[in-house]
């Protein structure tokens, strides 16, 4: 049911509608903003913002920051747009972001993946005397507005994530040989290992990995348990960066790092 609102004269959708409308809209897409969610139903930032606390406390979705996301969606088919991921979790990303940037040191040969974690490390960086390698144009051209010495691999542009993937990517590797590398993934397992939705973007990154003396995977917490359907790394070949571990299994681990 919509009722008119008497002082403005329009619709206005009854909280239970919204709520639904919002549940249709998280479980079809997995991961939502606020902001897409304030177009969709047009309805206020502060509204929405009520409604996710409403649900997030009936256990109806996961309200994160910036945004929301589905119960238990462990199987993640779909890769959201670099512009919806880098919201999402905003304070955990900028806290892994800080720690790995602060890993560059002088003289590295650095590979930085097309990740939205990765996209927040480059704010941070302040090594202007390693070399940076990159399959991201916005990665490349924020390295070089920072001064650092920046390559970008050739091949074809993915629109979704503005990365660039296929063959001529993964041969431009080959020849490189990197002391450190910083990925994203959109799952992290123990089992599945580092996985992403997109074969095309799975294949650079599982060429950059074995390219690297060390990778780093930069997850945020909502990351630990997905599992998306390509595997481009084994848990053991990354060092997980995460924050906020609620899985007291991977606190055991040695290739876990987990910062505040």
Do not use: W
Not at 106 to 125: N, P, Q, R, T
């Amino acid at each position: 049911m919509i009722m008119t609102d008497k002082k403005t004269g329009g619709n206005v959708m009854l909280a239970e509608e919204r709520y639904n409308a919002i549940l249709r809209l998280v479980n079809d897409k997995k991961t939502v903003t606020v902001q897409e969610l304030t177009e969709q139903l047009d309805t206020s930032e502060s509204t929405i913002r009520r409604d996710l606390t409403v649900l997030h406390r009936k256990g109806s979705l996961i309200k994160v920051h910036g945004g929301a996301t589905a119960l238990n969606p462990e199987f993640m088919t779909k890769d959201a747009a670099l512009s919806v991921r880098r919201d999402l979790n905003i304070e955990e990303k900028v806290a892994i972001a800080k720690y790995a940037a602060a890993l560059v040191e002088k003289d590295d040969f650095v590979y930085m993946d097309a990740g939205s974690s990765v996209d927040l490390m480059i704010e941070h960086i302040t090594e202007q005397e390693a070399v940076y390698v990159t399959n991201a144009i916005g990665h490349a051209q924020k390295l070089l507005k920072k001064g650092c010495r920046v390559y970008l691999l050739g091949g074809e542009l993915k629109e979704t994530t503005e990365a660039i993937v296929g063959a001529e990517a993964i041969e431009g590797l080959k020849k490189y040989n990197f002391t450190k590398g910083f990925f994203g993934a959109n799952g992290v397992s123990r089992e599945k290992g580092f996985t992403t939705p997109d074969i095309t973007e799975a294949l650079v990154k599982e060429k950059a990995v074995e390219q690297c003396r060390k990778s780093y995977m930069l997850s945020d917490s909502s990351k630990i348990n997905q599992i998306s359907p390509v595997t481009f790394a084994a848990f053991e070949d990354g060092i997980l960066v995460t924050t906020r571990l609620k899985d007291e299994s991977y606190r055991a681990c040695r290739n876990v790092v987990e910062v505040e």
